[in-house]
């Protein structure tokens, strides 16, 4: 008797590449992995946070010439009266965390009659994205979510895909990530807003009229003028 081993046959060893629980032989979840990896196809941002302020600067290159862009984008949206969100990966996924959070902070203020904090809707957020990377018949998002507020001080909480969430004083997220926070690791200075404007600067984009910065203060959010930045 032989055994007929048709041409599209593939080993077993290689069922973790499309299953999101099983590991791979050296401990890895690869479907996880890959929605990482889109969550850093996003546009580069980079942020500070010093004292009671939050400086969040964005490359907004535009890589389709032929798109018109609407005439006030907002990068920043809310996810809660004094809590911001931002995001860098597949837009339609940060659709539905940014749903998802408006949900979970009105769900909050009606049981307890307080608002969240920025902690707690961090990690609700986070384990609501990890839920996705073991549910059958669904998939990871693959985003990056940045949560910003100002509380006892300034504060911001980056999600990942893999539903991990760790607070920052400053970091980057989306393309060319890694060059943003080696030169904030290098040169962090006291001002928030040359610090996020200089880590995009250095990393992504020379030219100040495809960056667009915000303030995030006691008194909410503002865009920066380029005249207020010292550089």
Known sequence: VRFYKPKCWQPLKTMYDHALAVFSPDGRLIQVENAQKAS?????????CIDRRIAVTFDQR???RMRIEPPVKLHLVDADQNIWLAFSGLRPDALQI????????????????????????????????????ITRGFRPFGVRVILFGVEECARAFVVGPDGNYLEYKACAVGQKADKAVQFLENNLKDDCVWNSVC?????????????????????????VEREEINI
């Open 40 to 48: 850093d196809q996003g546009n580069l941002i980079a942020f500070s």
């Open 62 to 64: 535009l890589l389709d």
């Open 98 to 133: 940014i749903s998802e959070a408006r949900y979970m902070a009105r769900q909050y203020r009606y049981v307890y009659m307080v608002d969240i904090s920025l902690r707690q809707l961090a990690s609700e957020l986070a384990m609501y994205m990890q839920r996705y990377t």
């Open 199 to 223: 880590a995009v600067r250095d990393a992504a984009q020379n030219d100040f009229s495809k960056m667009v910065t915000y303030l995030i203060d006691e008194n909410g959010m503002r865009i």
